[in-house]
């Protein structure tokens, strides 16, 4: 007789899914952290002390490089989009029919502004 109808679990014994890739349980990394600094690369010491200032004023953490060759090109992007993010917007909640207007007259919404 074939076992595939008496045997209750898997037949081979898988590793935990973060093991081998699969899932970050974990939170995600933040970066501009002290952990996870961002990598920006300048072209002149007058513009890292620039990044410098603009990162101080972010109160965040950056490693800051200098690239003198021939040719280089400046990467700021990292601290640009951190910079640039927009906040959390928030909806204000219309009340229902039943609750207190916001107009101030003690009323039910439905009776007054509604």
């Known amino acids: 007789m074939s076992d595939k109808f008496f045997f209750k679990g898997r037949q081979d014994a898988r590793q935990h899914h ?19 600094p961002l990598t920006l690369v300048v072209t002149t010491d007058a513009r890292k002390q620039e990044v410098e200032a603009q990162v101080a004023r972010a109160k965040l953490y950056a490693n800051i490089s200098v690239d003198t060759r021939e040719g280089a090109v400046e990467s700021i992007t990292e601290l640009t989009a951190i ?10 909640k219309s009340p229902s029919r039943n609750d207190i207007c916001n107009c ?11």
């Open 18 to 36: 973060t093991t081998y890739g699969g899932f970050q349980t974990n939170a995600s990394q933040k970066s501009g952290s002290k952990k996870y």
């Open 83 to 92: 910079l640039t993010k927009g906040g959390t917007v928030t909806a204000v």
């Open 104 to 114: 101030g007259s003690g009323l039910k919404f439905k009776k007054c502004c509604g």
